[in-house]
């Protein structure tokens, strides 16, 4: 509900008290959701400008230029609090609710990724409710997903008890159209407003308030109800009266249903909107007025069209047998009128519902990270077979083909490079392709906000640049608990400053993004969990390049390992989990390698390329392993570090690391050499099938693939019941 400075602004904007109806609209656009009072200052921050940039920030997706012609949209939204309270519905909806976003462009969706977090699967007793959620979160997903035939390509998952009773639940979508064929929201007067899809009912009703506050009952009214037939059949009737050239405008129901978008879109177009909400198609017959304005039932967009086209717009939409209503017209230059049966109900201006009063929010550094121990020291390692095996069991770290196998990530015959690889490749044409990556680490940005958030980006990044693409665009989900406690505040503003200084030294812009305040229950909020998804473009198929080696390849490493093992799945696994030094982000050398990497691919040298990140060099090596099922040799003494115990050059999640496979060594080293990279040789892909890590000639590891895989695969076991 508004506070009461919020109501003292609104009575003295509108020079009236505001009747029920007003409020209610008010409330909707003015929650935290919608408005983004508590962000909005910061992320205007961030930067947004690039060569490729067509559309930035402050839409309903981001549009980047691949030339030919062709034009990508991407956007990235959460559907947390639904999903932790109905995760198959919620979760569903959320990939529905972004889908639209896509299409609200004119363009076609072509690919999904998701970023999920949950509390441990297999500690405690709320291990079964962890498991329910991560369940049936990824069944809506894929039900969703797979039933409108759009590819799952892609994603991230993790596990922490910050989640407890919670989850996380991000889906990024991506679309192809025509620069020529992007809508441009624009109106005249007379223009008629069309709504289209399901009819308007009871379902969701607050739901931006309910995803704007703590999350301490379930309510499950504010949940909405998925149906993703009527959504495919919205997405193929949109893009044809696209093509038709009869829509001035489109804009998705989301957050806040019709309050939001009509005020929202109203802004955008610079008209006025007069509004008669008796003819809205509902669900059910005796809907108030309010509930049909707030209420966010799924799959319902709102359409402008000029009168003259209203037949061929019609014409399609009965064709697929969408149900419409024409309920409104643009009149005038900013309110918006609403009528029911002809009377007059409400009457607001839009550019007051869209500018909400913004918080000066308090932040204050918090009190536990001036308690964390730098150093930490372990009992010696005796055992590392047995250490690395640990890690590869982690879900953090493990095969996470339990949750691809549900997908459909092949429909539309797109998907280059599946799930489960450093970065999803997609086909734009017969020689261009797109790479994206959806990376997070709430532990490391929970031990150093600033450092941990841009170690996502560097991580996000290397991914991409792992499949031979160029990053050209950034999409951040930055998600946090309650902005109104200044220690929580605070993190939320060290995580915006990496994102600038990391997109202005790398040159990369900010093309679209989301925050996410609240996220928390009675018991805890979640630590703080930025999610970074970065989009690369593949010039040349010739550039593709995967993370599976060959026999024969010489392995070199690039990139200097320090003893960074704070926020390391390594230091969780001994309870260490608030003590340590968290990887650091050197922004040139960072820069530095990556072109180097992308040198080296775009002249045919690496067979393979893999990043280090989530358990360091050790189980980078073991995918290796895994993905080829060959052996390898290594000496670890070669590795660039300055570490002082094997288990901390194995397992340390130090940035700015690749692992490249070549046949052609001499031309690697000299290509990295002329870069003055810190790199070396350091072993050898042979016919094995054993993973030998020595330390000049001692065994440090020797493991068979059998044994990798079985470990590898837990996260299968414990989701199977075994």
Request: hydrophobic letters at 35%; proline letters at 4%.
């Amino acid at each position: 509900m508004l506070t009461r400075e919020e109501e003292r602004y609104l009575v003295k904007k509108l020079g009236r008290r505001p009747n029920l109806l007003e409020t209610d609209m008010i409330d909707a656009e003015w929650s935290e959701h919608c408005s983004y009072k508590s962000s909005r200052k910061y992320i205007r921050l961030l930067p947004s400008n690039g060569k490729r940039v067509i559309v930035g920030p402050g839409y309903d997706a981001g549009v980047l230029d691949l030339g030919d012609n062709h034009v990508l949209t991407v956007h990235i939204e959460s559907h947390n609090h639904p999903s932790a309270v109905e995760p198959h519905g919620g979760a569903a909806t959320g990939v529905g609710g972004v889908i639209r976003d896509i299409i609200s462009m004119g363009t076609r969706p072509i690919a999904l990724l998701n970023a999920l977090r949950f509390s441990a699967l297999d500690e405690d007793n709320a291990a079964s409710k962890s498991k329910w959620l991560f369940k049936n979160v990824v069944k809506g997903i894929a039900d969703y997903g797979n039933c409108i035939g759009i590819p799952t390509v892609g994603g991230d998952i993790e596990f922490d008890n910050s989640f407890k009773d919670y989850c996380l639940v991000d889906v990024a979508a991506i679309g192809l159209g025509k620069r020529d064929e992007i809508i441009s929201n624009h109106a005249d007067e007379g223009d008629l407003i069309i709504l289209a899809g399901n009819p308007t009912g009871k379902d969701g009703i607050r739901g931006a308030s309910f995803a704007s506050k703590l999350l301490d009952e379930e309510d499950r009214s504010a949940v909405q109800i998925p149906d993703p037939f009527l959504e495919k059949l919205l997405i193929e009737a949109t893009i044809e009266a696209v093509k038709s050239n009869c829509i001035s405008a489109i804009k998705d129901l989301g957050g806040g249903g019709l309050s939001c978008c009509l005020s929202e879109l109203s802004h955008l177009v610079r008209k006025g909107f007069e509004i008669e909400l008796s003819s809205v198609h509902t669900k059910v017959t005796g809907l108030s007025p309010n509930e049909i304005m707030i209420s966010e039932s799924q799959e319902r967009m709102i359409y402008i069209i000029n009168k003259q086209k209203l037949s061929t717009f019609t014409k399609i939409f009965d064709k697929y047998g969408i149900t419409y209503s024409i309920i409104g017209k643009v009149h005038g230059q900013d309110n918006l009128s609403i009528l029911f049966h002809g009377n007059a109900i409400a009457d607001i201006s839009c550019n007051l519902m869209v500018n909400a009063p913004l918080n000066n929010r308090k932040s204050k550094r918090p009190e536990y990270l001036k308690t964390i121990k730098k150093k930490i020291g372990l009992e010696k390692i005796s055992d590392y077979n047995k250490i690395l095996l640990r890690m590869l069991s982690n879900p953090n770290i493990g095969n996470k083909n339990w949750v691809y196998q549900q997908y459909d990530h092949e429909v539309g015959l797109r998907t280059i490079i599946k799930p489960g690889s450093n970065a999803s490749v997609i086909k734009i044409n017969d020689n261009k392709f797109v790479s994206m990556k959806l990376d997070g680490n709430s532990k490391h940005c929970y031990l150093d906000p600033y450092y941990g958030t841009m170690g996502c980006l560097s991580e996000a990044c290397r991914n991409v640049i792992c499949t031979g693409a160029e990053p050209i665009g950034i999409l951040d989900h930055l998600q946090f608990g309650s902005p109104e406690n200044p220690e929580i505040f605070s993190t939320f503003k060290d995580s915006i400053d990496a994102i600038i200084d990391f997109c202005n030294h790398m040159k990369i812009p900010v093309v679209g993004g989301k925050v996410s305040f609240y996220n928390e229950t009675t018991n805890s909020p979640i630590k703080p969990s930025p999610v970074i998804g970065t989009i690369g473009l593949i010039k040349e198929r010739s550039h593709i390049t995967t993370n599976i080696p060959v026999i024969g390849d010489t392995l070199f490493m690039l990139g200097q390992t320090y003893e960074e093992l704070g926020g390391s799945e390594y230091f969780d696994s001994y309870v260490h989990t608030k003590h340590g030094k968290v990887p650091k982000v050197d922004l040139e050398i960072d820069k530095k390698n990556d072109l180097s990497v992308l040198r080296i691919i775009q002249k045919g040298l690496a067979d393979c390329v893999h990043d280090c990140s989530k358990g360091g060099i050790g189980t980078a090596l073991a995918e290796l392993a895994i993905s080829s099922k060959l052996g390898l040799n290594v000496d670890l003494k070669k590795i660039p570090n300055n570490c002082s115990r094997h288990d901390y050059l194995l397992f340390s999640e130090s940035q700015s690391r690749f692992i490249i496979g070549t046949r052609e060594p001499e031309k690697v080293k000299k290509t990295l050499s002329s870069k003055n990279c810190t790199f070396s040789e350091i072993g050898k892909i042979n016919v094995s099938n054993i993973l030998n890590l020595n330390y000049s000639g001692k065994k440090i590891i020797n493991l068979s693939i059998g044994d990798l895989i079985y470990s590898y695969n837990r996260i299968n076991q414990i989701m199977d019941g075994n």
